[in-house]
């Protein structure tokens, strides 16, 4: 009697089908983790190329500064009345590299390690040197880029200077 209540008739297969579709589950729950996981690591890495493009571009703008209030006479500065478009690289070829020898650096050159092309400024007068004034003052555009090519960032400030 014992061997006929589990004989192979009575059984169905539903722990099979139970087991099959519980690792189906675990499959879908694995696979779906890895792929957080693999978006995770992207905007992290984003995040950290889009900081060194932005460090990069600090310091050419603080460098910029440096030159600005270090130089003898603002009247030696490179500078332009145009700004450069952000958007295009291609408008940034006449703008002063950062380690770049410039008879006007008063400050040692600096390059940043790790990016795909050292940052660059641009400095503009926005009044000669104006008595009336009392100050000379400069926008300082700088760009950085990171470890790759699409990660540029643009900062821009303004530099005031007591008239000497």
């Known amino acids: 009697m014992f061997n006929q209540a589990f004989s192979h008739k009575n059984q169905s297969g539903m722990v099979l089908i139970t087991g099959l579709i519980f690792l189906l589950l ?12 693999t978006l995770d690591e ?29 130089i003898a006479s603002p ?4 500078t332009t009345t145009v700004a450069p478009d952000p958007n295009d690289d291609d408008g940034w070829t006449d703008e002063i590299a950062v380690d770049e020898d410039n008879e006007n650096d008063m400050i040692d050159p600096v390059t940043v390690p790790d990016v795909v092309a050292q940052p660059v400024y641009v400095i503009q007068c926005f009044n000669a040197d104006d008595p009336a004034c009392g100050i000379s003052r400069y926008r300082v555009t700088a760009r950085g880029q ?14 005031a200077r007591p008239i000497d």
């Open 75 to 78: 009247f030696n500065l490179s």
């Open 42 to 70: 992207r905007m992290a890495s984003n995040l950290n190329d889009r900081n060194r493009a932005f460090q990069a571009a600090e310091i050419a703008l603080r460098q910029a500064e440096n030159q600005i209030m270090t």
């Open 26 to 37: 675990m499959t879908i729950l694995g696979m779906t983790s890895v792929q957080t996981t």
């Open 146 to 159: 990171g470890a790759i090519a699409t990660s540029v960032v643009v900062l821009e400030t303004i530099v």
